[in-house]
């Protein structure tokens, strides 16, 4: 087996372990920077390196619409096509569908729908989910799953569990939940569902663990339901998922998610939130959050963050990316992101850290305390 999982330390219920796979080891907690379209937007792959990013991931639904599978397999799949080294993720579009696509219709075998680029009619099956993300050539692939959105009723919550189990079984029976191509091994994670029900929960991973996925997610979170119930399924779901198997908390989020996820024994994470916010002049400090367009920093001649080692802190004052975003130069938004993203990656390794060290949840509380303190907006974080 080429891609493997260890895990190493524990620290309470949150996990150091390391990902092994043929395009590089991934050390865990992880967080995985968003690429959707086979792009993390405003930075170059070698940036992404700078910073220390270890895996990205990428979505089959927006990269199957364009440019097309057999045109990125054509280049040598995703890792030649985008010009990146190390592991790539792919999401299976199962939220994207739900999310995005127009007249979408769903049944048994799958969801038919509209593209939101064209109105080309499609038709994804779990099959052709998995068949897509192996030509694209992800190192880790993820079933097609039914996401509900938030409020959610049970009997649309227990439609999507049942849909979700059944199509994780048929995806599981096309290539098997790890398989070697093109030179390299892949393997295929579980997406449990159940919206807020924890019985709903308990079946969706119960059904999952019976096909024995090399890794399991967890989806339907982080789509409108208050922070407590997040958690509250998040605990609920890591307690009973298998010791040894990467776990995957999909869409999440904020620093202090990120914090709250690994307390619970999440291992891996993905946002759009430090990208997103670079790019509208907001960045993530260890006091809390910056609006760059905020006038108080127009002679903010000091860093970004003096406590930070990005490219972005050691080059540039505040008073200078303001200035960027003011005159809508390209350049406030790279620089903005390479600095968030660095931070995100930071506090990961510091996690890690402490986690080996047994002293994570001293430093959970040390973090939480500077971050919620006033930021040089004069507002508290949120």
């Given at each position: 087996m080429s891609i493997t999982f260890e895990l190493q330390h524990t620290s309470g219920d949150a996990r150091a372990g390391l990902l092994r796979t043929d395009h590089g080891d991934v050390a865990t907690p992880v967080f995985m920077p968003v690429g959707t379209q086979a792009a993390v937007k405003a930075v170059t792959p070698q940036m992404l390196h700078d910073v220390g990013a270890q895996i990205v991931l990428?979505?089959?639904?927006?990269?199957?619409?364009?440019?097309?599978?057999?045109?990125?397999?054509?280049?040598?799949?995703?890792?030649?096509?985008?010009?990146?080294?190390?592991?790539?993720?792919?999401?299976?579009?199962?939220?994207?569908?739900?999310?995005?696509?127009?007249?979408?219709?769903?049944?048994?075998?799958?969801?038919?729908?509209?593209?939101?680029?064209?109105?080309?009619?499609?038709?994804?099956?779990?099959?052709?989910?998995?068949?897509?993300?192996?030509?694209?050539?992800?190192?880790?692939?993820?079933?097609?799953?039914?996401?509900?959105?938030?409020?959610?009723?049970?009997?649309?919550?227990?439609?999507?569990?049942?849909?979700?189990?059944?199509?994780?079984?048929?995806?599981?029976?096309?290539?098997?939940?790890?398989?070697?191509?093109?030179?390299?091994e892949r393997i295929l994670f579980g997406i449990v569902q159940g919206s807020t029900y924890p019985d709903l929960r308990e079946r969706s991973l119960r059904d999952l663990c019976e096909i024995d996925f090399p890794g399991y997610a967890i989806g339907g979170l982080a789509v409108g339901e208050d922070r407590e119930r997040t958690w509250e399924m998040t605990e609920r779901v890591t307690a009973e998922l298998p010791e040894g198997r990467p776990r995957y908390l999909m869409g999440m989020g904020t620093p202090l998610d990120l914090v709250e996820g690994v307390a619970r024994g999440v291992d891996m994470f993905d946002c759009v939130m430090p990208t997103r916010n670079a790019r509208n002049g907001s960045v993530f400090t260890r006091f809390g959050k910056i609006a760059l367009r905020n006038s108080v920093h127009t002679r903010g001649l000091v860093p970004l963050d003096e406590t930070c080692d990005c490219y972005t802190c050691r080059n540039f004052t505040r008073a200078y990316l303001r200035h960027l975003f003011q005159a809508r130069e390209m350049l406030?938004?790279?620089?903005?992101?390479?600095?968030?993203?660095?931070?995100?990656?930071?506090?990961?390794?510091?996690?890690?850290?402490?986690?080996?060290?047994?002293?994570f949840e001293k430093w959970r509380s040390g973090f939480i305390a500077d971050y919620l303190t006033e930021d040089m907006n004069g507002a508290r974080s949120a």
């Amino acid at each position: 087996m080429s891609i493997t999982f260890e895990l190493q330390h524990t620290s309470g219920d949150a996990r150091a372990g390391l990902l092994r796979t043929d395009h590089g080891d991934v050390a865990t907690p992880v967080f995985m920077p968003v690429g959707t379209q086979a792009a993390v937007k405003a930075v170059t792959p070698q940036m992404l390196h700078d910073v220390g990013a270890q895996i990205v991931l990428a979505n089959a639904y927006h990269l199957v619409l364009r440019p097309g599978t057999d045109l990125v397999a054509s280049a040598g799949g995703l890792h030649r096509f985008m010009s990146w080294d190390k592991p790539i993720l792919t999401d299976s579009g199962g939220f994207q569908v739900l999310s995005l696509a127009d007249l979408r219709k769903v049944n048994d075998d799958g969801i038919t729908f509209r593209s939101h680029v064209d109105g080309q009619l499609y038709h994804f099956t779990p099959e052709r989910a998995v068949v897509d993300q192996a030509t694209l050539g992800a190192d880790i692939i993820m079933s097609f799953d039914y996401c509900t959105a938030h409020p959610c009723d049970r009997s649309e919550a227990e439609r999507a569990v049942d849909l979700t189990s059944d199509w994780a079984r048929k995806g599981s029976r096309v290539y098997g939940t790890r398989f070697e191509m093109n030179g390299y091994e892949r393997i295929l994670f579980g997406i449990v569902q159940g919206s807020t029900y924890p019985d709903l929960r308990e079946r969706s991973l119960r059904d999952l663990c019976e096909i024995d996925f090399p890794g399991y997610a967890i989806g339907g979170l982080a789509v409108g339901e208050d922070r407590e119930r997040t958690w509250e399924m998040t605990e609920r779901v890591t307690a009973e998922l298998p010791e040894g198997r990467p776990r995957y908390l999909m869409g999440m989020g904020t620093p202090l998610d990120l914090v709250e996820g690994v307390a619970r024994g999440v291992d891996m994470f993905d946002c759009v939130m430090p990208t997103r916010n670079a790019r509208n002049g907001s960045v993530f400090t260890r006091f809390g959050k910056i609006a760059l367009r905020n006038s108080v920093h127009t002679r903010g001649l000091v860093p970004l963050d003096e406590t930070c080692d990005c490219y972005t802190c050691r080059n540039f004052t505040r008073a200078y990316l303001r200035h960027l975003f003011q005159a809508r130069e390209m350049l406030g938004p790279t620089l903005a992101t390479i600095h968030n993203l660095r931070f995100y990656f930071r506090i990961m390794s510091e996690m890690r850290e402490a986690i080996e060290q047994d002293t994570f949840e001293k430093w959970r509380s040390g973090f939480i305390a500077d971050y919620l303190t006033e930021d040089m907006n004069g507002a508290r974080s949120a």
